[in-house]
């Protein structure tokens, strides 16, 4: 056996950055990668797909797409060839609570991400139906493309592709896409992207792939947790739905074993999988940190984009908070006016004592905006208070200054 002081189960985005940063802080680290490091963000997931909204055409797309996740790639093997860490490109397997392969160590991290949850109904093994690593890697433009599931990866790629000018028809069985935004911001995009030329067919049940009538047909129907029955040789209590269970430190059910990312379902973004390695390692070294997990933004990146943080205005409703709603819109701003991105609404939401509970908006570079409330919400930031804080003219930043007037 060889010892560490730490070993992680996959190199993603959790787990490449606990090895980083715990290898920063002193410790020896092991990390296991069955396939290329960066995990499915590098590799199949947020960077390829951006690579996709920033391009012009699908053969500029295709050929961007391998430059840049290459390039980034080579950026995490380099984090990785610190001293103080061991790559093992094997997949890495418990044989006991401490043990995994041929190596042990008194800390261990799972970080084994997701993968796509494919609905079981009629004809999912057509030909034509791909998730979406699948639709990445498509050779030829589809004439007509169907996406099942109007959640995060299915709005994406339909705004990708209706630009790329492909017939784009997404099936929904919920009444509104993008369950966790704000109904109404969500109800805006949406058809925002009916005008664009995107056919939706809301609260409808695909019963059998056979009756779709498209070349391709993307399943956007979510993520599972990517769990591995060797977990009970070291006693962890996992499910196949919601994945490896955790306490308030990302702590399992055996001491010293850890599941971080997509794995534990908690939420199923990239910054949230490396804020939660950077809290697991400050706990096994006993150092104490402020890091918000209930501050956790997050973005599409349709055209345009959206954004969110903190609830939205049902839940806000349904829980009986009390608070008022400022709104701003993309078309009364003088940058968005002049950069032709007049398409945009942002809710704000603050106590009726005025500190900030959160933003949902729509409308171009929505992920910045909500970025800063953000942090006004970690400071507890007022109405009042963001209201004196001057920001750059001109701005898209004014529109959420814009909305305390
Ligand atoms: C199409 C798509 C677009 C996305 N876009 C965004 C976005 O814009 N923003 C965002 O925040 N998130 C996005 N996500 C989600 C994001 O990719 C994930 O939240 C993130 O990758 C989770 O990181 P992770 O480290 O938990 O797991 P992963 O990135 O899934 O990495 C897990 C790694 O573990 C390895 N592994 C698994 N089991 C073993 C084993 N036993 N031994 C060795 N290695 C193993 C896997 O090979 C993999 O490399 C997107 C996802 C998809 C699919």
């Known amino acids: 056996m060889n010892n560490a002081d730490l070993i992680i189960i996959g190199a993603g985005p959790g787990g490449y950055r606990a090895a980083e940063y715990a290898a920063k802080q002193g410790l020896k680290v092991t990390i296991f990668e069955a396939d290329n490091v960066g995990g499915t963000c590098l590799n199949v997931g947020c960077i390829p797909t951006k690579t996709y909204v920033h ?54 991290i799972i970080a084994t991400g997701s993968e796509t949850k494919w609905l079981p109904i009629k004809g999912v093994d057509d030909p034509r139906v791909v998730d979406s690593t699948g639709l990445l890697n498509l050779e030829a433009l589809p004439k007509r493309l169907a996406i099942i599931g109007a959640g995060v990866i299915g709005m994406e790629f339909a705004s990708v592709f209706n630009r790329f000018g492909v017939e784009v028809t997404v099936i929904e069985y919920l009444k509104e896409c993008l369950p966790a935004l704000d109904s109404d911001i969500a109800k805006r995009l949406r058809k925002y992207l009916e005008k664009k030329g995107i056919t939706f067919h809301m609260k409808t049940a695909v019963e059998n792939v056979a009756d779709i009538d498209a070349d391709v047909i993307l399943m956007a129907t979510g993520r599972k947790p990517r769990v591995q029955a060797d977990f009970a040789n070291a006693g962890i209590e996992y499910d196949e739905r919601q994945g490896v269970k955790v306490n308030e430190h990302f702590e399992t059910n055996v001491k010293g074993i850890y599941a971080i990312g997509d794995c534990n379902t908690r939420q199923m973004l990239a910054h949230a999988a490396e804020m939660q390695a950077v809290h697991v390692v400050n706990h096994i070294l006993g150092k104490h940190d402020n ?12 055209h345009p984009e959206a954004a969110c943080v903190g609830p939205t205005e049902d839940q806000l409703k349904e829980s009986q908070t009390p608070y008022v709603c400022k709104k701003s819109f993309w078309r009364a701003n003088g940058k968005a006016l002049a950069m ?66």
């Open 55 to 108: 391009s012009a055409s699908f053969a500029e797309a295709r050929e961007r797409m391998s430059q840049v996740v290459t390039q980034l790639r080579q950026g995490v093997e380099g984090i990785l060839s610190h001293p103080n860490i061991t790559l093992v490109h094997e997949k890495g397997v418990f044989v006991d609570a401490h043990s995994i392969n041929d190596y042990t160590a008194p800390n261990i």
């Open 291 to 302: 890091i918000r997990f209930d501050i956790m933004p997050a973005a599409i990146f349709t």
């Open 340 to 405: 032709g991105e007049t398409e945009g609404m942002l809710k704000l939401f603050a106590s009726p004592e005025g500190e900030i509970l959160g933003a949902h908006t729509y409308g171009a570079h929505s992920a910045d905006i909500v970025q800063e409330v953000s942090v006004l919400m970690c400071k507890h930031t007022t109405l009042e208070e963001l209201a004196d804080m001057i920001h750059i003219h001109p701005t898209l930043s004014e529109i959420l200054k814009s909305a305390t007037e």
